[in-house]
């Protein structure tokens, strides 16, 4: 699939820098110097500073420190009030160098004095750039860090894998918008993840979000962010994902779950490709990339009105399906080798490896619970096996039993003895089963003697196969 160059308002947003300075010929001077790399935006006084950082995104100001209407420690002042995470240089004359450094005590990044060489200016405004990025990438680490990052690599050998592989591959470096589809515990995150590792945005954060695990009146907050005094509770003003993923992706988890009037929300995002923080109104742009997943058919969600019809188009530009576990049983044993050695090294057990008999009983199992159920049941068998591999013995009653829960249900009304005697019976034969009948191979791994299995089957009034 030929991948088609990247469209110009798909391209990375450049920092905005706004000038604030009474002289005209100092505002053309600084946009001559700053165009190529940044957009410009000059202002002539305070008033005017003011009211453009309460409706845009603004990174860094260059404010002159004498102003006709306010002066620069005035206007400094009341910019961080408006939006504390912009990074304001002082313009300042040598005379006025200890009102400069008394402003930065304020808040100000830092400061150049009149006449300023260019590549002092060009490398003080980096630096504020990079303290800006640097603030943005603290603010997420920390909404992260009781989060489990998830970089385990996606493992499948199957057809349907080696698929998904090679469609991850081709869009990475594209801009679309991803729509991953999958049941729960499939994978879908990682597959988010390998598609912003493989994508130029990899530098940037990858920030991953589920709305289904937000109570709905915190949504809109957590998403968009919210200004200080917004809400009861608001006591800070706080970036939504959106922000903290700027120059990178975000991952929208559950999709569906988002009612109606967020739904709405998103949609008008998608579009404009801007947010306003809850109780805010200056518009923040975005260049953040956005894959979505979702457990339920969203086709369908769209057929009974539970899913905005324009939103799913919006997102389902290149859509990705990641199979359930049961349909590439294959992949079970590879599955089952990574993570026995990643729960080894992570535990620091000693095991060589599962058991041909326990392989064949997770092959077999349907796993509902796909990928993330058999990563579990791996990290509790390494955890507790007391021997040198992971045997029957190890697993869960879910996967040796797969019915059994249903049983257990009928048995409820059973005496005691009755019910343990009709569950052990179904542990041996199936047992019994996967052995393909071998009574000897059956009682080793029941741990009794052969006679007394000999004894339980004759009582069950239970024939081997080929006997009389």
Same mark, same amino acid.
């Given at each position: 699939?030929?991948?088609?160059?990247?469209?110009?308002?798909?391209?990375?947003?450049?920092?905005? @820098?706004?000038?604030?300075?009474?002289?005209?010929?100092?505002?053309?001077?600084? %946009? $001559?110097?700053?165009? &190529?790399?940044? #957009? !410009?935006?000059?202002?002539?006084?305070?008033?005017?500073?003011?009211? @453009?950082?309460?409706?845009?995104?603004?990174?860094?100001?260059?404010?002159?420190? %004498? $102003?006709?209407?306010? &002066?620069?420690? #005035? !206007?400094?002042?009341?910019?961080?009030?408006?939006?504390?995470?912009?990074?304001?240089?002082?313009?300042?004359?040598?005379?006025?160098?200890?009102?400069?450094?008394?402003?930065?005590?304020?808040?100000?990044?830092?400061?150049?004095?009149?006449?300023?060489?260019?590549?002092?200016?060009?490398?003080?405004?980096?630096?504020?750039?990079?303290k800006r990025s640097l603030e943005r990438e603290v603010v997420y680490l920390r909404t992260e860090l009781a989060r489990r990052t998830g970089l385990d690599d996606i493992v499948g050998q199957h057809a349907e894998m080696q698929k998904l592989f090679r469609t991850v591959a081709q869009i990475a470096a594209a801009p679309s918008t991803v729509l991953i589809t999958g049941e729960s515990g499939t994978g879908k995150e990682l597959v988010a993840r390998a598609i912003h590792r493989m994508s130029p945005r990899r530098e940037g954060p990858f920030v991953a979000v589920n709305p289904a695990a937000i109570s709905d009146s915190l949504v809109e907050s957590e998403l968009f962010g919210h200004e200080k005094g917004a809400f009861t509770g608001a006591y800070q003003r706080k970036p939504g994902r959106f922000e903290l993923a700027q120059g990178g992706t975000l991952f929208l988890d559950e999709i569906a779950s988002l009612k109606p009037e967020m739904q709405a929300k998103l949609l008008r995002v998608l579009q404009e490709r801007e947010i306003e923080r809850v109780g805010g109104t200056r518009t923040i742009r975005l260049d953040v990339r956005i894959v979505a997943a979702s457990n339920v058919d969203l086709k369908q969600a769209v057929d009974k009105g539970d899913f905005r019809a324009d939103l799913y188009y919006r997102l389902n530009v290149v859509p990705i399906t990641v199979p359930p576990l049961r349909e590439r049983s294959s992949d079970v044993p590879v599955l089952v080798e990574h993570f026995v050695q990643r729960y080894t090294r992570e535990l620091g057990r000693r095991i060589e490896g599962v058991t041909p008999e326990a392989l064949a009983a997770l092959r077999e199992y349907q796993w509902p619970g796909n990928v993330r159920e058999l990563q579990n049941v791996i990290e509790r068998a390494v955890a507790l096996v007391e021997s040198g591999s992971i045997g029957l013995n190890d697993l869960p009653t879910d996967v040796l039993l797969p019915d059994h829960r249903g049983r257990v249900k009928q048995a409820e009304n059973l005496p005691l003895r009755t019910a343990t005697d009709e569950f052990e019976r179904q542990i041996v034969l199936r047992i019994l089963e996967r052995v393909r009948w071998n009574r000897s191979e059956a009682a080793r791994i029941l741990g009794i003697h052969r006679n007394s299995l000999k004894v339980k089957l004759q009582r069950w009034g239970v024939a081997i196969p080929g006997e009389d």
């Open positions: 699939m030929a991948l088609e160059p990247l469209a110009e308002s798909a391209r990375p947003l450049r920092p905005t @820098v706004l000038v604030v300075d009474d002289d005209p010929g100092l505002r053309e001077s600084f %946009r $001559l110097i700053l165009e &190529d790399e940044y #957009e !410009v935006i000059d202002v002539t006084g305070g008033p005017q500073a003011l009211e @453009v950082v309460r409706a845009s995104q603004v990174d860094v100001v260059l404010l002159d420190i %004498r $102003l006709p209407e306010m &002066d620069g420690i #005035e !206007v400094l002042e009341r910019l961080k009030q408006v939006d504390e995470q912009a990074e304001v240089i002082l313009v300042t004359a040598v005379k006025t160098v200890k009102t400069a450094v008394a402003a930065m005590k304020l808040g100000a990044f830092d400061y150049v004095t009149k006449p300023f060489e260019e590549e002092e200016l060009l490398a003080t405004i980096r630096r504020a750039l990079q």
